[in-house]
Nanobody, 125 residues
Framework: QVQLAESGGGSVQPGGSLRLSCTAS????????IGWFRQAPGKNREAISC????????YYKDSVKSRFTISRDNAKNTVYLQMNNLEPDDSATYYC??????????????????WGQGIQVTVSS
């Protein structure tokens, strides 16, 4: 069973930056694609960015392209989400999840998907 733990959330002003981290255990990390999802109050959970196990495929939701960057450090069993130029609409609870199927145009949860506990990101002035 994959166990995922997010860190790095918090409150920032519009235009600010945060870096989220997701550390995994209980899995062959370098064989696992991992994704970031978010859920705002009253809205469905949505895929934000996903990265294939070998970094050959990357998905970004249109509204975060050019602002967010996903990366992974297999030596640390960690996936990062660098979020720049944050906007109030980015406020949500962010979750990492694995495994996911990653394509350029979509990110699809796979059978046996595990979620992290979630971490809050608040963007406001």
């Amino acid at each position: 069973q994959v166990q995922l733990a997010e860190s790095g959330g918090g409150s920032v002003q519009p235009g600010g930056s945060l870096r989220l981290s997701c550390t995994a255990s209980g899995v062959s990390f370098d064989q696992t694609a991992i994704g970031w999802f978010r859920q705002a109050p009253g809205k469905n959970r949505e895929a934000i960015s996903c990265l294939s196990k070998d970094t050959s495929a990357t998905y970004y939701k249109d509204s975060v392209k050019s602002r967010f960057t996903i990366s992974r450090d297999n030596a640390k069993n960690t996936v990062y989400l660098q979020m720049n130029n944050l906007e109030p609409d980015d406020s949500a609870t962010y979750y990492c999840a694995a495994p996911v199927a990653t394509y350029q145009v979509m990110c699809v949860p796979e059978v046996g998907l595990s979620w992290g506990q979630g971490i809050q990101v608040t963007v406001s002035s």
